[in-house]
């Protein structure tokens, strides 16, 4: 299936807009609604028509553009279940095995909570493309604030399960620091060691440095990579469960 079109855009200080367009149907999406101007501009540039904002989870970064928009478009905003009551004019909510079709693309929903309770994903099986929010990034993962390290490890798991060439884009520009981390657990990792070098050329171009592939979080990430003997030994836990590794981990990357 051809035709899902991807616009990403800067927002905020480290956010990404996502704007997402079905030229057969017309209908185009925000992936959160992290800057209403941000999301109006890119849309006057894409000549594109707001039909829907597709909600990741309540936090302000994420939903404080909704209100202006829908005011605007009158779009239809749809997101977490466990969260509506968090996310400002909410008109359907989608939780765990959920699917919502829009244009002619099937959107599957997985409940990841962890950084948030209620946080979702949305996965496109086709054209193959999973929207993260701040579950997973690039090379890292989000905080850990209202869930617990085995949701969030758990959740993760789930994502790690999809296809490697599905694109992964994520909420924020993190990418580098990320990698300044994850090199102090995996230093002789050669996946993480070629990713380093690219992420630094983009952003000295001040280009970005998402989408990600599924693949490549598995093969360089660290957070998706605590059930690897490798990453075990690395933080000095060789016989435990992933999830206590995934803990030490995030532990590890919030006092970096």
């Not at 035709?3 to 149907?25: K, M, Q, T, W």
């Not at 993962?141 to 884009?169: H, I, N």
Request: net charge negative; proline share 6%.
């Amino acid at each position: 299936m051809q035709g899902l079109e991807i616009r990403l855009f800067p927002c905020l200080s480290d956010n990404y807009g996502v704007l997402i367009h079905d030229e057969a149907s017309g209908v185009t999406a925000s992936i959160d609604a992290p800057e209403a101007e941000a999301v109006e501009k890119a849309l006057e540039e894409t000549g594109w028509t707001l039909t829907h904002i597709l909600v990741t989870h309540h936090h302000a970064d994420h939903t404080q553009g909704i209100p202006a928009l829908k005011a605007r478009y009158g779009c239809k905003v749809v997101g977490p279940r466990g969260e509506a009551g968090k996310v400002p004019g909410v008109d359907e909510s989608l939780g765990e095995g959920d699917t919502f079709q829009f244009g002619r693309y099937e959107a599957r929903i997985f409940d990841t909570p962890g950084h948030t309770l209620g946080h979702i994903a949305w996965w496109f099986p086709d054209p193959g493309v999973v929207f993260a929010g701040d579950t997973l990034f690039a090379l890292g993962c989000g905080r850990v604030f209202e869930g617990t390290t085995d949701q969030m490890w758990a959740s993760l798991e789930k994502l790690a399960r999809l296809p490697r060439e599905t694109l992964l884009y994520c909420g924020h520009e993190y990418t580098q620091a990320n990698a300044e981390f994850a090199v102090t657990i995996e230093p002789a990792n050669v996946h993480l060691q070629a990713r380093v070098g690219e992420i630094d050329e983009k952003r000295a171009r001040g280009e970005p440095t998402i989408p990600s592939t599924i693949g490549a979080e598995r093969d360089s990430n660290p957070f998706l990579r605590a059930d690897r003997d490798e990453v075990k030994m690395a933080v000095g836990m060789p016989n435990a469960d992933p999830a206590a590794v995934f803990a030490e981990i995030r532990r590890r990357k919030d006092n970096f």
